[in-house]
């Protein structure tokens, strides 16, 4: 037999349950402090948690000056806000800081590895991810329709926001049609966390479908995008692979934290 709750006592306020995920919704309530006190979210010697002075603060700065007036962990504490109503989430934005490094660091990193942050739990770190999901579609969105060659910067940046955070090897093609614009975008191979394994055959049949032209990336996890001999090699076997089919690869970009490197830049295709 499941044991029910008591019906709470007239005038009594229902306890309530901290395993609800207490975001409710976006648009942030203020509940009773009296409520709250009951629930032991809230002081007993304080009538409105300390927090809703700050909160009013931090908004008014950010809409007097915009974002230049924020710390990074500022910024996410504006989030925070409305993913997490009813706590002071400086310590947790700060502590996220700590953790990834900075902004790019926090929403690039797992939900899995977010969850280890006291604070954040499962609902607060996938809606993390979906910003973050949300970045990397306004970033490929610039390229679609682009020629991607005139872009070069919008390509850094979409692929370094994609893949520099990623915990594991990543394989990429960006497919280019005869104006060199993008036509898709794939995720051909994952790996462990130095090595994918990557087929030459594969990648050129794929492109021979509907590209003319193709772009190769790949993510260093360790954050130093120095090419590697397999790196190198690899590439020159999909460039050989392809130039008979007339399909030209323009670049292989690897991407780390730190940065990222061109193989055609280092001129080693």
């Not at 607060?124 to 910003?131: F, G, I, Y």
Request: proline share 6%; charged share 30%; with cysteine.
């Amino acid at each position: 037999m499941t044991n029910r709750p008591s019906p709470p006592h007239d005038g009594e306020a229902p306890a309530m349950d901290e395993e609800v995920d207490e975001r409710g919704f976006f648009a942030e309530q203020a509940p009773k402090p009296a409520a709250l006190k009951k629930s032991g979210l809230l002081p007993r010697d304080d009538k409105q948690a300390h927090y809703h002075g700050h909160r009013d603060r931090l908004r008014a700065r950010f809409r007097d000056h915009g974002d230049t007036a924020l710390a990074d962990y500022e910024i996410l504490e504006l989030l925070l806000f409305r993913l997490i109503p009813r706590r002071d989430t400086k310590p947790i934005a700060k502590a996220l800081i700590d953790r990834f490094g900075n902004l790019a660091g926090v929403f690039g990193a797992p939900a899995a590895l977010l969850q280890e942050v006291s604070g954040v739990g499962e609902a607060v770190a996938h809606d993390l991810k979906l910003v973050s999901t949300v970045a990397h579609r306004m970033l490929k969105s610039e390229l679609r329709g682009k020629q991607v060659l005139s872009s070069w910067s919008s390509v850094i940046d979409y692929c370094h926001a994609a893949m520099a955070y990623e915990a594991r090897e990543q394989f990429r093609i960006l497919f280019l049609d005869k104006r060199n614009a993008l036509i898709a975008d794939e995720v051909q191979g994952r790996g462990t966390v130095d090595h994918t394994p990557v087929y030459p055959r594969e990648v050129v049949r794929r492109a021979e479908l509907s590209a003319t032209a193709i772009i190769l990336v790949h993510n260093h996890p360790s954050g130093d995008p120095t090419p590697s001999r397999a790196d190198i090699d690899m590439t020159k076997t999909i460039v050989d692979s392809a130039k008979p089919l007339g399909i030209t690869v323009h670049d292989h970009i690897i991407i780390g934290k730190e940065g990222h490197a061109s193989l055609r830049g280092l001129r080693l295709i």
